[in-house]
């Protein structure tokens, strides 16, 4: 649009002002050739003079050739005192420019120029001449062809700067929005907007590059605020563990896998012994204490594919998968248990012992759901309570530690 615009403000520029100087030049040049004509005219006056006084044709047809032939002089009449003809010369040139000629002369001087012969004051008779326009036409045809180049040079000149005018406008505009489709489409803002020639699109960028770093930083901050959120919401806020629902939402993933891949998992449900009498004698902060403490030296006898989680209380679980020998989960539970073996150092140097009861189900042994291994890892749990705390025991139906 910018493109056309300008092409059309340059050419219509460009035709008004040849034609306005085309048209001042055919005036001026028309005056000079009436000039021209009557100093012709007055010249063949004075030739032909003595001719007309003495009614002598052929002399003044002689004189007025000799001036009449090399200007631009269609035709000359001379008539005597009486108004008799007594000379009608016509230029013996002859074809179309001539043609083209007389035309124009009749189009562009349609009078013809008319002065009385002279002679001791007296008047002897009248000369009528005719011009033929040449000069007008080659002014008219070097004029147009003068015009038509202004108008292809200014045509160019006009393409050139309208291309260095969009280049300058359209291009920073083409930037922007193509920023603006990179963030709405694939969300992404590192692109920038780069400088622009133009002070006010520069302005323009420079204000939305500005936005997009506060939209960036907005992002940041509300991504790091959703993962807060969202770790909180499956994190225990005191050991830092997997919280219940987080535990069952995995233990269901976990249990699909396992049955479509056909492989072994365990379940670990594990219970802190004595924890009451510890939180009645020494307090919640030192109940507080021994749970982080369990938390980390359970984490620690497992895999980093492994998850342990807090359930609640003094109640820990962790999902060993894959696994593949049962043997191999009891030597886990051998390792934590192990693990407590040594005093839990409190705030105030205190030291105490603790011992955790592990209960163990196997998929798909003891539960083929999620309700059957929780059932018997919290059953086998429970049992390993009641019985030594020093050894574990094979059952039929549950393994207890």
Known sequence: MLRRAHLKVALVAVALA???????????????????LLLVAR????????????????????SLRLIAEP??????????????????????????????????????QPDPVRLPIMHDGTRVGQLELVGSGRSLISFLVNGFL????????????????????IQGIVQPLRNLAKVAHSVRYQGTFEERVPPAGITELNELGRDFNDL??????????LHEENAALS????????????????????????VRDAVEQKQRLALLYMDCDSFKRINDTLGHGAGDEVLKTIAARVHGQLRKEDLLARLGGDEFAAIIYPCYR????????????????????????????????IGIAMFPEHGQTVEELLKYADAAMYEAKRSSKDRHRMMRYRTSL
């Open 18 to 36: 040849g034609l306005s100087l085309t048209l001042v030049g055919l005036f001026a040049l028309r005056a000079y050739s009436a000039h021209n």
């Open 43 to 62: 010249s063949i006056s004075y030739t032909v003079e003595a001719a007309v006084v003495f009614k002598d044709a052929e002399a003044a047809i002689e």
């Open 71 to 108: 200007e631009e002089v269609v035709s000359v009449r001379i008539t005597d005192r009486h108004g008799d003809e007594l000379v009608n010369w016509h230029n013996p040139r002859s074809g179309l420019l001539i043609d083209v000629e007389r035309v124009a002369s009749r189009i562009l």
């Open 146 to 165: 003068l015009v038509v180049a202004c108008l292809l040079l200014s045509a160019l000149g006009a393409s050139y700067l309208s291309r260095r005018v």
């Open 212 to 221: 997009l770093d506060e939209l960036e930083a907005w992002r940041a901050n």
């Open 231 to 254: 770790y909180r919401a499956s994190h225990d806020s005191l050991t830092g563990l997997a919280n219940r629902a987080f535990f069952e939402s995995r233990l269901n993933r976990v």
């Open 326 to 357: 049962i043997e191999d989960v009891q030597g886990i539970a051998d390792d934590i248990r192990q693990s407590m073996a040594a005093p839990m150092e409190l705030a105030g140097g205190q030291l105490i012992d603790v011992s955790v009861s």
